[in-house]
């Protein structure tokens, strides 16, 4: 957990507290910092504070989405505002949290987070295992005859049905039925 907050008192009770609960902190005292923390390693989940001197909650929210960085953004603040808070869901915050907060409501917040930065990476590594397994055959060619049997496999594929592939031996048939 990277917890971004100027307050030091806050940055304290979360390095206490949270490892408590099974969570390694690190802090940054400033939206410059937090960024290249994040540039620097990944984390599950960012608590960041929305006012903070320098470069603001908000904007550092925006550059971390811009980064590429994987991990879910909470949003802490002591000066809640509905806009703010839709602003923040709209730049990919997974949640907007107020101060004072109860340490019970921030872990549940915190482990939901992490679960889904988790299936999200594992959702990522299905999707790939998929696309590796069904990358299509090798077919080579470009006359008339391939570009009709490629049609073909294409209206068949979806289908059901039970197909006959015949042809000369080294032909390719294999290559067809693996392509249906």
Same mark, same amino acid.
């Given at each position: 957990v990277l917890v971004v907050d100027d307050e030091r008192p806050t940055r304290l009770l979360?390095?206490?507290?949270?490892?408590? %609960?099974?969570?390694?902190?690190?802090?940054? #005292?400033?939206? #410059?910092?937090?960024?290249?923390?994040? !540039?620097? !390693?990944?984390?599950?989940v960012i608590l960041l504070d929305?006012?903070?001197?320098?470069?603001?909650?908000?904007?550092?929210?925006? !550059?971390?989405?811009?980064?590429?960085?994987?991990?879910?953004?909470?949003?802490?603040?002591?000066?809640p505002d509905v806009d703010t808070a839709i602003a923040a869901m709209k730049l990919g915050a997974y949640d907007y949290l107020t101060k004072p907060f109860k340490l019970s409501e921030l872990e549940e917040v915190?482990?939901? %987070? %992490? #679960?889904?930065?988790?299936?999200?990476?594992?959702?990522?590594?299905?999707? !790939?295992?998929?696309?590796?397994? #069904?990358?299509?055959?090798?077919?080579?060619?470009?006359g008339q005859a391939i570009t009709a049997l490629l049609a073909m496999v294409r209206r068949?594929?979806?289908?059901?049905?039970n197909v006959l592939i015949q042809g000369e031996s080294g032909t390719g048939k294999e290559l067809v039925a693996k392509a249906i």
């Open positions: 979360m390095e206490k507290e949270l490892p408590r %609960a099974g969570y390694a902190v690190t802090t940054a #005292e400033s939206g #410059e910092e937090a960024l290249e923390q994040v !540039r620097s !390693r990944d984390f599950d929305l006012m903070m001197p320098g470069i603001g909650g908000m904007e550092t929210l925006r !550059r971390i989405r811009e980064s590429g960085a994987s991990g879910e953004v909470v949003i802490l603040t002591g000066h915190l482990r939901r %987070a %992490a #679960e889904r930065k988790h299936l999200r990476q594992e959702h990522t590594a299905l999707r !790939r295992m998929v696309v590796q397994r #069904e990358a299509p055959p090798l077919i080579v060619g470009q068949i594929a979806p289908s059901d049905a």
